[in-house]
Nanobody, 124 residues
Framework: QVQLVESGGGLVQAGGSLRLSCAAS????????MGWFRQAPGKEREFVAA????????YYADSVKGRFTISRDNAKNTVSLQMNSLKPEDTAVYYC?????????????????WGQGTQVTVSS
């Protein structure tokens, strides 16, 4: 089992940047593929980005491609999401998730473990 704790959310103006971090504890971090999802009020949880166990392969939603970068540090048991050129439509609660069997999947049902979420608010 793995426990996930997100940090780094906050309020930022449109065009600004934020860096989210997710710290993992428990079973060996490198055995999990990792993902970031977000959920805005009244909307379903949606895929943002994912990274393979090695960190070599990354995957992005079209809406964030070119603006967001996912990375992981297996030595520090962390996964990060660098968010640049933020837009008001990026406003949501952002969740870190871990998948035991899948890698790069965009389906939230494939991720067994979730953090509590961190709020990102982008003002116009």
């Amino acid at each position: 089992q793995v426990q996930l704790v997100e940090s780094g959310g906050g309020l930022v103006q449109a065009g600004g940047s934020l860096r989210l971090s997710c710290a993992a504890s428990g079973r060996t971090f490198s055995t999990y593929a990792m993902g970031w999802f977000r959920q805005a009020p009244g909307k379903e949880r949606e895929f943002v980005a994912a990274v393979s166990r090695s960190g070599i392969s990354t995957y992005y939603a079209d809406s964030v491609k070119g603006r967001f970068t996912i990375s992981r540090d297996n030595a520090k048991n962390t996964v990060s999401l660098q968010m640049n050129s933020l837009k008001p439509e990026d406003t949501a609660v952002y969740y870190c998730a871990a998948a035991t069997y899948s890698s790069g999947t965009r389906s939230p049902t494939q991720y067994e473990y979730w953090g509590q979420g961190t709020q990102v608010t982008v003002s116009s």
